[in-house]
């Protein structure tokens, strides 16, 4: 998956993510649920794989983590994990520790975007960078 518009992209972009889910608020809340859950551990992997320099475990858990976060409207953390993907796929690994880095941000930001959400407070594309919940 190749992720357009980083420039442009939102936090959360629940507008977006509802109209693929044709409406169904219940159907993203349990994704983001499931991304809630999910997200730390592929982030462990990820930041495993960076650890060792292994380019391939690099890419492909980069993968699976953009497409957890894209899937449930996290267009930013998915920018951030789709620029490491590439830098797996390329073999480039000399600023994989920075972009983890951005990608964790993004990450934060998104955990803190969809409690909002799910809380029932966000908006429409909800843009908010709160502070760190150990991801890693």
């Known amino acids: 998956m190749k992720l357009d518009g980083a420039a ?23 994704m983001t649920a ?3 859950e999910d997200a730390p551990r592929l982030a462990r992997q990820l930041q495993a794989a960076i650890l060792t320099k292994n380019s391939a475990a690099i890419a492909s858990q980069a ?14 953390a998915a920018h951030a994990a789709q620029a490491l993907e590439d830098a797996g796929h390329r073999g480039i690994l000399d600023h994989v520790a920075t972009q983890f880095a951005k990608l964790e941000d993004e990450l934060h930001s998104l955990f803190n975007a969809i409690y909002a959400y799910r809380a029932g407070s966000a908006d429409e594309k909800v843009a908010v ?3 760190h919940h150990g991801l890693t």
């Open 63 to 76: 993968h699976a983590l953009k497409g957890l976060v894209a899937g449930c409207g996290g267009e930013r």
């Open 34 to 36: 499931i991304l809630l």
């Open 8 to 30: 442009t992209a939102t936090v959360l972009n629940v507008n977006e993510t509802l109209a693929r889910f044709g409406g169904d608020r219940n159907l993203l809340l349990e």
């Open 129 to 131: 960078r709160e502070p």
